[in-house]
């Protein structure tokens, strides 16, 4: 299993161009999760989805749109990039169990904007 | 805004010490985890204690939680060089399926060969 894949693993925008952050699982989990990592800011959460179909924000969703393409993929577009959305992107996954939380992280995509 | 917050924020020690992070968080928690990240790699979780848990031991880690002063702390024994890493806090607050983490901003750990 390759657990959670992203791509690309870097990307440099111009500001104003737009781009989509592709992610997907083969753990057959039912809750995808696009995050940011800016630097002493630890991960702070940009969008989320329980379950295939359905979508919510989290605590910085502003800039950006996310599609849940079906129960493997989680994309993360950007519209309109601008340099307040340099950082590193992960997308992480976990079982729909009432219990066990634990989410398993992608690599990460690092994106410059200038 | 951060609900957890790591103490310190860096750590440097010597390779067969014992390295201990601290975490804090503000509101009532349904359960605290703990995951490394190795430079320019994705999150792994290492260990996850449940609010009604005090300690709980995995390996060489050890977890506490304070639930009446609202903490945590992260133990590693024995440390490594390979155990040189950022480690985060992560609380989950809510119910329902998605469970909502909310991660705190780090301890960078360097243990020294």
């Known amino acids: 299993n390759a657990g959670v894949t992203q791509t690309p693993k870097f990307q440099v925008l111009k500001t104003g161009q737009s781009m989509t952050l592709q992610c997907a699982q083969d753990m057959n989990h039912n809750s995808m999760y696009w995050y940011r990592q800016d630097p002493g800011m630890g991960l702070r959460l940009i969008y989320y989805?329980?379950?295939?179909?359905?979508?919510d924000k989290g605590e910085v969703p502003n800039g950006y749109n996310v599609s849940r393409l079906n129960k493997r993929e989680f994309s993360l577009r950007l519209e309109s990039a601008a340099p307040s959305q340099t950082s590193v992107y992960f997308c992480?996954?976990?079982?729909?169990?009432?219990?066990?939380?634990?989410?398993?992280f992608g690599p990460g995509t690092r994106l410059t904007v200038l | 805004s951060q609900q957890g917050e790591e103490d310190p924020q860096a750590l440097s020690i010597q390779e067969g010490e014992n390295a201990t992070m601290n975490c804090s968080y503000k509101t009532s928690i349904n359960n605290l985890q703990w995951y490394r990240q190795n430079s320019g790699r994705g999150l792994v979780h290492l260990i996850l204690i449940r609010s009604n848990e005090r300690e709980k031991h995995s390996g060489r880690l050890r977890v506490t939680l304070d639930t009446s002063k609202k903490s945590s702390s992260l133990l590693i024994t024995a440390s490594r060089a390979a155990d040189t890493a950022s480690y985060f806090c992560a609380t989950s607050l809510g119910g329902g399926s998605a469970r909502q983490l909310t991660f705190g901003s780090g301890t960078q750990l360097t243990v020294l060969p």
């Open positions: 992480a996954s976990k079982w729909w169990s009432s219990g066990w939380n634990e989410q398993f």
């Open positions: 989805s329980a379950s295939e179909g359905t979508t």
